[in-house]
DNA sequence: ACCATGCGTTACCTGCGGTAACAACAGTCT
DNA sequence: AGACTGTTGTTACCGCAGGTAACGCATGGT
């Protein structure tokens, strides 16, 4: 009974082949931003487009498979600095840090991630599927930070909801103020991570009005 | 000299087809999301694609002129919950209810202005083109909210800075928060207004920590 | 009468995602 | 050994998208 081996043999095998696929698929990303075509992917890895479909799927299955590398690795770059040893002030601040210094190192990586061209299927369902297409990392990482928000913060009933809720909200709040400062550079990275963790520390609410507003 | 008169004419003429146009690519856009082809398009107004490229040049041109109109919808209800006369407190949670009664009410449109697909130009351009592909709406919301935080409240030195920073933030908030939202639904507007706002007016930065959690 | 200009068409090009259909080679079973 | 099976790779193709060139046809000014 040699088969057993003989699968496993190619079974890895064919891991390692996906391993150096993805790894093309990623130098092609890197250089062509987020609308990388099959063919110029195939090409960087030496071969053609019928294979990458055989070990992917499709399109979406190739880009889901490259963005979850990538997910991953910033997913615990995040939860290392939400996990360190400081005062909560501290902690938010370094996770801001942490995301705004992976996107400012590989800035077309986070195009990528964010943008995956289209990716979901045609969907002929008539409900609305509004969703499901943007982003899967926001939606992740708004998942995850709302998880570790609602095990460590006491939010009272409905602290839950109120916890999924805010890390879906604090994400975004990351995500568009980075994807500005990104495109922009209007200031430091230390001072965009002062001012954002300032915006969550209730400073809005505290700061008095100009005169020249409203009335009331 | 008739030509004044005829010219003029004929330009008014132009614009009204544009907006027959525009009206035609907006059901279109409604009923068949943000993918749209321009052929679909040409078929349901009636006429064929060249039509089409001579008057918005390319399918970016199209898009953006639609994007606009509803932009500048959207802005201008938003800014009407901004200028209510009423505390900061409700003002925050009308214009976050405007937002999101919006993208409730017509999800498609919503979904088309935040992903218009690729439209970019291809940009040879080296450097990181990074920001401008990403649902210009998003900016503009931002850098308006940035104006009016700027023009409301007292920031002090550098307010100017910080107000555009915490503009681009709370929009992005927004818009994550509303998209996770309107995907799951996982409760009512009015309890997601609310969260938004209690998180803004600095209640992260209050509430106690869970036993269990760091030492720190 | 003439011709410039704008609206509209048909027919085409390119490049994309995706898929047959077939060639070559490994190891396996008898 | 030799037939069998499955994987790896190829070429050639389909359908559809965005985009364009070349041509008909009306209209209105001179």
Redesign the interface.
């Known amino acids: 009974m040699e088969t057993t081996r003989g699968a496993e043999r190619q079974r890895t095998a064919a891991e390692h082949r996906r391993r150096e696929l993805l790894e093309a698929a990623d130098r092609v990303v890197l250089r062509d931003g987020p609308?990388a075509s099959m063919n110029a992917i195939a090409a960087e890895a030496g071969i053609t487009k019928p294979i990458l479909y055989r070990h992917f799927g499709d399109k979406g299955g190739l880009y889901r498979a490259l963005a979850q590398r990538h997910t991953d690795a910033l997913l615990s770059a995040l939860r290392a600095a939400l996990?360190a040893?400081?005062?909560?002030?501290e902690r938010v601040e370094a996770t801001l840090d942490t995301y705004l210094a992976a996107i400012e190192a590989r800035?077309?990586v986070?195009?990528f991630l964010?943008?995956p061209?289209?990716d979901a299927a045609?969907s002929p369902e008539q409900g609305?599927d509004?969703?499901?297409?943007?982003a899967p990392l926001?939606?992740r990482l708004?998942e995850e930070l709302g998880k570790v928000i609602a095990?460590?913060?006491?939010?009272g009933p409905d602290g839950e909801?109120?916890a999924?809720?805010?890390g879906?909200?604090?994400?975004?709040?990351?995500?568009?103020?980075g994807?500005?400062?990104?495109?922009?550079r209007?200031?430091s990275r230390e001072?965009?991570v002062r001012?954002?963790a300032?915006?969550?520390?209730?400073?809005?609410?505290?700061?008095?009005?100009?005169p020249?507003?409203?009335?009331?």
Chains 1, 2 share one sequence.
């Open positions: 609308q996990d040893p400081a005062h909560r002030r800035p077309q986070y195009r964010m943008h061209a289209d045609p609305f509004v969703g499901r297409h943007s926001l939606r708004g095990e460590r913060v006491d939010l909801q109120t999924r809720i805010w879906h909200g604090i994400v975004g709040m990351m995500h568009a103020a994807d500005w400062w990104l495109g922009d209007p200031c001072q965009l001012s954002l300032d915006l969550l520390w209730g400073r809005l609410a505290e700061v008095g009005d100009l020249g507003g409203p009335v009331f």
